[in-house]
């Protein structure tokens, strides 16, 4: 009660603000200024922000136009179990998608900014898509023509990282009748990363016992050919398929030299090789059912998962080196079924649906020992085994507009799933979970919303957990554990939005978790695996404002901050003692200024964010692992370079460094002695980039 209570006095105080709103300054396009609308797809009014709205940015896609939405955060699905009710907030043509493997930004960014007719800005409670709450953006488009665009983004660092050219994209989009048709070809998240630099070792008494000098760097790429079509059938029905095929290269390599007092100087390479490849296949039918519409999903994912990792030590006195090995083989398979029922009674909209899911993995894996120059390999048992779920779910939603200004929705189910374990002491067990929601939104003007989300969420396992599995580089090791189970919990958000017309909006979204089941590592036997804690909570504050400057006489200026503040508790399995989660990110501090000069297609920005993170917790050990303090940028765009936009950027430009500290207790920690204390502190240096897009 005292939560809500401080959320209502809260609510209140924000809509009293009074709006700062003045005419923008003529002679240059102002920032977007949305006007109400109201669209089929929802119960009460949104506004709508037109393309002319964002010729200041000359944005190349659907991306470039909603990152500039005043007080628009895009917020990605969720890692929930199957496909599930909708956890994103961006729809497409009052759709939410039906894949997997696509981000928001992947999906965005292949929408041409010639193709979008609009963009909604709407409450998500008031749409007919159940799981929706806060604001939700909704991408009006429509590919009449053939058009495409592509992207290259080359990178250099200063330090240790080979050059990376292979970073781009390229898409093309179009319409045939009744089909439009999606193709692309992609390697956004192509990687080259690296640091280097000491790393001291302490006994318990502080002294200095070993020095090291490591330098690490990795190659990532992940090239991904996609392709989708959607039908335009009769009598409003729609049908969409989309496949890709992806092969991704991640390898890592390390090179170090390791000083004692009394020991000979070592010298040790570490290689990880993590290649893999995977598909997915999937689509949807949409039709008129009786007094309602029905909607058919099915999708396939799959993914072969090869790993190694080796490790060697070379001794300066000439003794024969020492190498450890692990390797293993994973295919992870999943495969879903859902259909939707939708249709109006009672003055609001229902939902009926259904869900299979079965998902798999059979993994083998290996360890090995260097002898005489070549490694000897024998079976790793704990790591070898099968892991399968079938899980079926069932919701029925309903919403509907209350008063004129209130909104609800409602979402009640069940989901019963079997997990079976082969190998070594496989055992099969069946869970019956409640699952749901309760949405309540508040509009009592234009320029202030509020809304209120309780659920009960049930997330997603790796299938690897279950698994045992060594950590050469930490020299850390997992057991296997069949007790593992899916983390559960009761979440309470509530998101409120405040608009200041011409000089921007601020946003403030409030968290409160209840957690059953919080995965993280636990004791089993005689070590430790990934298990469940029975009981932890979590809460966080999370503020956002744009502040648009045109106002004040600064043209094309805008101010970007971000506050984020959580907490979280547990107890400890190892020592009872209360603790926060482990890796949990707890702060993070940000600012960004965009500047796009009047007159002209010049543009120039920068930034600076600050985060901070727990520490990870293992049976013996505390290890933080961070970059930082201060992560900055600055960047300059010209908008038209022969039609083409064109970017130079500097990231990392104050200097944040690779960090670790971790403290190894000889036995469980907190009751044993400290084996050794260790300090890592690289450079990183600076991060040149290159960025050139337009349009085919």
């Not at 696509?102 to 799981?131: K, N």
């Not at 200095?208 to 009598?235: A, C, F, M, Q």
């Not at 189910?413 to 079976?420: L, Q, V, Y």
């Not at 990110?585 to 543009?603: E, K, L, P």
């Amino acid at each position: 009660m005292k939560t809500l209570s401080s959320l209502s006095a809260l609510a209140a105080v924000l809509a009293a603000t009074p709006a700062m709103a003045q005419d923008a300054p003529s002679g240059d396009t102002p920032p977007p200024a949305p006007v109400e609308a109201s669209t089929a797809s929802q119960r009460t009014s949104g506004q709508v922000y037109a393309p002319a709205d964002f010729a200041r940015y000359a944005p190349k896609n659907a991306y470039d136009m909603l990152i500039q939405v005043p007080g628009f955060s895009i917020r990605d699905n969720e890692n929930l179990r199957g496909l599930g009710v909708a956890t994103g907030n961006v729809l497409f043509n009052g759709e939410r998608p039906s894949n997997k493997a696509d981000d928001m930004y992947t999906q965005l960014s292949r929408i041409p900014a010639g193709d979008v007719e609009r963009i909604e800005i709407v409450d998500g409670a008031t749409l007919d898509l159940p799981g929706l709450s806060g604001q939700v953006a909704n991408i009006v488009y429509r590919a009449d023509n053939f058009s495409g665009q592509f992207s290259w983004r080359p990178e250099f660092r200063a330090y240790y990282t080979d050059r990376l050219f292979t970073r781009g994209s390229v898409s093309v989009r179009g319409r045939a009748g009744t089909i439009e048709y999606e193709a692309a070809l992609d390697n956004d998240d192509s990687a080259r990363s690296g640091a280097g630099g000491p790393t001291l070792i302490r006994d318990e008494d502080g002294d200095i016992v070993e020095r090291r000098n490591d330098i690490w760097n990795t190659h990532y790429d992940t090239p991904k050919l996609s392709g989708r079509i959607k039908w335009d059938g009769p009598g409003g029905s729609v049908a969409n398929l989309g496949a890709h095929y992806q092969r991704k290269y991640d390898r890592y390599f390390e090179n170090g030299i390791r000083t004692s007092p009394d020991t000979a100087d070592r010298y040790r390479t570490v290689r990880t090789d993590n290649d893999s490849w995977n598909y997915e296949v999937g689509g949807d039918w949409q039709f008129g059912a009786g007094p309602g519409k029905l909607k058919l999903i099915g999708l396939r994912r799959f993914s072969h998962e090869p790993y190694s990792q080796e490790i060697v030590t070379r001794f300066a006195d000439g003794r024969p080196a020492e190498g450890d090995r692990f390797a293993q083989v994973g295919d992870l398979g999943e495969t879903i079924a859902r259909g939707e029922y939708q249709w109006k009674m009672w003055g609001g909209d229902w939902q009926l649906s259904g869900e299979a899911a079965f998902n798999t993995l059979d993994n083998i894996a290996s360890i090995g020992l260097l002898t005489d120059g070549e490694f000897v390999n024998q079976p790793f048992p704990g790591g070898t085994g099968g892991v399968s779920e079938d899980r079926y779910e069932g919701l029925l939603s309903f919403g509907r507009k209350l008063t004129d200004t209130f909104s609800f929705q409602l979402v009640a189910g069940a989901e019963h799933s079997t997990i079976t374990q082969a190998g070594p002491n496989g055992v099969e067990r069946s869970f019956a979970r409640p699952k749901g929601s309760l949405t309540l939104s508040w509009t009592p003007s234009p320029d202030f919303d509020a809304s209120l989300k309780i659920r009960r969420r049930v997330l997603q396992l790796s299938f690897y957990d279950f698994l045992g599995r060594a950590f050469l580089n930490d020299g850390n090791q997992n057991e296997t554990n069949f007790d593992l189970r899916p983390q559960q919990d009761w979440s309470y958000e509530a998101e409120i939005n405040k608009k200041f017309g011409a000089w921007g909006s601020t946003k403030i979204i409030l968290i409160y978790r209840d957690v059953e089941d919080r995965v993280d590592i636990v004791p089993v036997g005689t070590g430790e695996a990934v298990g469940n804690i029975a009981r932890a909570k979590a809460g966080a504050i999370d503020w956002t404002a744009t502040i648009n400057l045109d106002p004040a006489g600064l043209k094309g200026v805008k101010l970007e901050t971000r506050a984020l503040l959580q907490e979280s508790t547990l107890r400890d399995p190892f020592t009872g003692e209360k603790r926060q989660w482990s890796g949990f990110t707890d702060r993070i501090i940000s600012a960004d200024v965009r500047h796009d000069v009047a007159g002209t297609d010049w543009a120039w920005g920068a930034g600076a964010e600050y985060s901070h993170n727990q520490p990870n917790y293992r049976r013996n050990q505390v290890d933080r692992i961070w970059e930082g303090p201060v992560w900055a940028n600055v960047f300059v765009e010209h908008k038209d370079v022969m039609g083409l936009t064109v970017r130079a950027s500097i990231s990392n430009a104050v200097g944040a460094r690779s960090r670790r500290d971790r403290i190894v207790y000889t036995e469980v920690r907190g009751v044993s002695p400290i084996a050794f204390v260790e300090e890592r502190n690289r450079r990183i240096g600076p991060i040149f980039a290159f960025s050139v897009r337009g349009k085919i």
